[in-house]
């Protein structure tokens, strides 16, 4: 049974440019976040996605975008890097089925903005 | 606005030792989950609390949940090396919300033999 994957794992990309990162979730969920990790940090909540749509959102500027496709993968594409973007990305996959709230968190990951 | 504080930020102890990690949240919350993550590593689930009073254990770890006090503690009992880690703290307002999980700093375990 794989588990949540993600690619690529590492990418370097400079001010200004875009990215778009991959995400496939747990065979059997359905629901899939993005967050954010910062070096030395805890993650952040970029977004939620369930059934193709934005179900919930945090604090994070519109530059940062993503989709979910029928097969319930989901891209998440930044717009405009800053440096500040340098970060370990991390997909986690949930389902309605399982624990209430219980996430299952993909490698990661990590982006370097030069 | 939810925030997450654990404390101590760091800890370095020596194996065979016990020791209690401490998770307070400010905002009514009846979910609270405890993650750990190794370097370089994605976050790997540990426990799952769901409602006031809620002790999980697993080995020598083990977690509980005080929604009245916003409270929630990690308990390591007896320390081993394999459980050098960085610990995750989260909470999750019922019903859901506008910030998914809010996750604390961390903290960042050494064990030493």
């Known amino acids: 049974d794989a588990g949540v994957t993600q690619s690529p794992t590492h990418l370097i990309k400079t001010r200004g440019q875009q990215v778009t990162l991959r995400c496939s979730p747990k065979s059997g969920h359905d629901t899939v976040s993005w967050y954010q990790q910062a070096l030395g940090q805890g993650p952040q909540f970029i977004f939620q996605y369930y059934e193709e749509e934005e179900r919930q959102r945090g604090n994070f500027p519109d530059r940062f975008s993503g989709h979910q496709f029928p097969n319930y993968s989901s891209e998440l594409n930044v717009n405009a890097l800053l440096l500040g973007d340098s970060a370990l990305y991390l997909c986690?996959?949930?389902?309605?089925?399982?624990?209430?709230?219980?996430?299952?968190f993909g490698e990661g990951s990590r982006l370097t903005v030069l | 606005e939810l925030k997450v504080e654990q404390n101590p930020l760091f800890l370095s102890m020596q194996e065979g030792k016990n020791y209690t990690i401490y998770c307070n949240y400010s905002?009514?919350?009846?979910?609270l989950y405890w993650y750990r993550q190794d370097p370089g590593k994605s976050l790997e689930s540990l426990f799952v609390?769901?409602?006031?009073?809620a002790v999980k254990q697993e080995g020598r770890l083990m977690a509980s949940l005080d929604t009245k006090a916003r409270l929630s503690t990690l308990h390591i009992t007896a320390a081993v090396h394999d459980l050098s880690a960085t610990y995750f703290c989260a909470a999750d307002r019922m019903g859901g919300g506008a910030d998914g999980l809010t996750f604390g700093k961390g903290t960042h375990l050494i064990i030493q033999p």
């Open positions: 986690a996959s949930s389902s309605e089925l399982g624990l209430p709230g219980e996430l299952f």
């Open positions: 609390l769901l409602s006031n009073g």
């Open positions: 905002t009514t919350s009846d979910r």
